[in-house]
Nanobody
């Protein structure tokens, strides 16, 4: 029922941009929130941005506000994460998640996860 696939990761220099895509099965896409998480090597997974069906709200971690945007294409069951002004601290594996179970968008308790796409920001 739930399937997610991320793409768009890569290596960029500081100040550069990337756009990540998360394509979901129809079932996963219809759940309450679709959220991007990231996990730097050796660190915990952290929520980055979400788009939720309650009033079509978007949410962002403080560390990415003003630099990242999240959007969706309902015809393609796809959520995008546009990342601008990337910094080395943005480096990590980026995961897409759907069907939030923990009560808040930033809680890691999601039912469906993608396999991740690596983002590396370095000079």
């Amino acid at each position: 029922q739930g399937f997610l696939a991320e793409s768009g990761g890569g290596s960029v220099q500081p100040g550069g941009s990337l756009r990540l895509s998360c394509t979901a099965s129809e079932y996963a896409y219809s759940r309450n929130c679709m959220t991007w998480f990231r996990q730097p090597l050796g660190k915990d997974r952290e929520a980055v941005a979400a788009i939720c069906t309650d009033a079509d709200r978007t949410y962002f971690a403080d560390s990415v506000k003003g630099r990242f945007t999240i959007s969706q294409d309902n015809a393609k069951n796809t959520v995008y994460l546009q990342m601008n002004s990337l910094q080395p601290e943005d480096t990590g594996m980026y995961y897409c998640a759907a069907d939030q179970r923990g009560g808040t968008w930033y809680d890691v308790r999601y039912k469906y996860w993608g396999q991740g796409t690596q983002v590396t920001v370095s000079a």
